[in-house]
């Protein structure tokens, strides 16, 4: 039996709204949705209501979605799945950027989207079922891991990862100066069966090399030259 879960829609296209509840009620009859057009009452939603998840879409009547993103992930670790009709990368980077979990292009298919559901929230059970496992924290020049609290910094000054970042450079790192191929960090994020899956794992790795070496001064993430893997290399 599918886990009782807290759903949060903001979305403005009613055709849209009904579709989702239509394949929850039928696939997930245990998850509660709840549902607002309007960004700034999906943000107040968000503050009182003990969510799951949140399904955003960017295009709202009242605001911007990458502005109710930010607003959510000053004060929430809730995860968040981004549904947009702009595909082009740049909006998926600056989604990963703000905290988004994923993001979904429109069209999508229900079964897709409720795959992408099942595998963030795998990801965030993951997270909070190890945090505290691993040993001491990673540590090379400026660069600070710590795999008990799932803190990053660089000079102490922290980064702001999505889960999904976190877990790609923890994989790095724990295997560091090791090739790790694209399939292998694919299935430490769930994410093996659709056709953008690796498309989604080059845009968070293009988005950790820019957070961490325009800070470190230098290249510490490589792609291998058949372009199969990634290793996290120190200096």
Do not use: C
């Not at 229900?110 to 993951?126: D, F, K, M, T, Y």
């Amino acid at each position: 039996m599918e886990e009782r879960l807290k759903v949060l829609l903001i979305e403005d296209d009613s055709a849209i709204v009904e579709s989702v509840i239509a394949v929850f009620g039928l696939r997930w009859p245990q998850a509660n949705l709840i549902s607002t057009m309007y960004g700034e009452k999906g943000i107040e939603l968000a503050k009182t209501e003990s969510l799951d998840i949140i399904i955003l879409d960017l295009g709202l009547p009242d605001t911007d979605g990458f502005q109710v993103l930010r607003q959510i992930r000053s004060f929430s670790n809730v995860p968040v799945v981004i549904l947009t009709v702009v595909g082009e990368e740049i909006n998926k980077i600056r989604g990963l950027e703000l905290g988004a979990d994923d993001y979904i292009v429109k069209p999508f298919s229900p079964g897709e989207l409720l795959a992408r559901i099942r595998a963030v929230l795998r990801r965030s059970h993951a997270d909070n079922a190890t945090s505290g496992a691993m040993g001491k924290p990673f540590i090379r020049g400026k660069l600070r891991m710590d795999f008990k609290s799932q803190e990053v910094s660089i000079d102490d000054e922290p980064l702001k990862l999505s889960p999904t970042q976190y877990e790609i450079l923890q994989e790095l790192v724990t295997n560091e100066n090791k090739v790790v191929s694209k399939q292998i960090l694919l299935q430490k994020i769930g994410r093996v069966k659709q056709a953008t899956d690796t498309e989604y794992l080059n845009v968070n790795i293009k988005r950790l090399k820019q957070m961490i070496e325009m800070k470190i001064g230098h290249t510490v993430i490589f792609m291998e030259e058949d372009g199969e893997g990634y290793k996290f290399v120190s200096r």
